[in-house]
């Protein structure tokens, strides 16, 4: 019997000792939170996905194909991030089409009244330029991006941040306001962007070419390589002279619609050349958006800014928060959104034909 006491004393010291431990990590895990995945168990994970990433071509992966985000439910505030900008990137909104790169309002509201949640805090497209030449910007900072300037931004996607006083850009196509031009989506007119630009200093439009937004092959679009006709290759000479051309059209044409400085740019399709760079620069362009994965810093080059996707009907608000952070804590290898969502829809594989009218 005595010995049966001193057995059942011995376990339950053991059970309280285990217990105080467990308290203790849970109070100091935030600290390792990541730690529980090494890269190599990233790369298994990452590597799971990629046959099926593989197979997408302008369709989304399935929400069973997703990694699992459960291990990032919680991250401490001291966790987070310091001197560095998520840069958001989302194209088209629509409560009922869908695709690739199509958000509902109601998805794109959800994911910003979360990260708000998670204390991220939203600046404008000028105090993300002053960062980058050294000034300061608040912990845990998003920068919310929209490519292509179609016109359910301004009517749907603007209303949502206006209401939450969250600023913002878009990278507008210059040449989509002809009308002539050939556009699936209706895009903003000159007015509309008028009337949100000199209504609301922090909100910017900026340039996304004029007419070169189209894909030339499935690794060049229009700005990128010289273009083909009749089986014949235009010189180097006048590729240069022609994306110079478009990208001072496109310009000119944003000047007079906002009161700020028109400097920024957003590759189509997040393609970009060492001699596209050159040229952007000579127009006036100073800060350029990729759609590679990661997080800006002050180090980053200013002409190859990466952005995280948050535009795919699957990133619900959760896997866009722990996107960032994962980005964070190990840049390079996202698990919460694989390359095929990442770079999905429109910015995949729009056809020249579609586009070239433009």
Known sequence: MKLFKISVFVITGLVTAIAMALILMALYSDHDLFSSFTTAQANRIGDSIQGASNNVVNQPLSANQLPPVEQFASIAKKDRYQHKV???????????KQGGDIITPALFAAQLDYLRS????????????????????PDNAVLVTFDDGYENFYTTAYPIMKQRHIPGVSFVITGDFSKGA???????????????????????????TNKLHYKT?????????????????ETH?????????????????????????????AYPYGLHTPEVEKVAQDVGIRYAFTTELGLATR??????????NGGSPLIDPERLYNSIMWENQLPGRNLFIPDSIQHSGREAGESEKSASSK
């Open 86 to 96: 998520a840069v958001l990137m989302y194209h088209d909104i629509d409560p009922v």
């Open 118 to 137: 998670k204390d991220m805090n939203f600046i404008s497209l000028e105090q993300f330029r002053l960062f980058m030449e050294g000034g300061k910007v």
């Open 182 to 208: 050939l556009v699936a989506t209706p895009h903003m007119t000159k007015a509309e962007i008028q009337n949100m630009t000199r209504s609301d200093p922090n909100m910017e439009v900026q340039a996304h």
């Open 217 to 233: 092959s499935d690794t060049t679009d229009a700005l990128t390589a010289p273009s083909v006709k009749d089986g014949v290759t």
């Open 237 to 265: 000479e006048h590729y240069l002279a022609r994306i110079e051309n478009d990208l001072r059209r496109c310009v000119e044409a944003l000047r007079p619609l906002t009161p700020h400085v028109v400097n920024t740019f």
């Open 299 to 308: 180090d980053t080059d200013l002409m190859k800014i990466p952005r995280i």
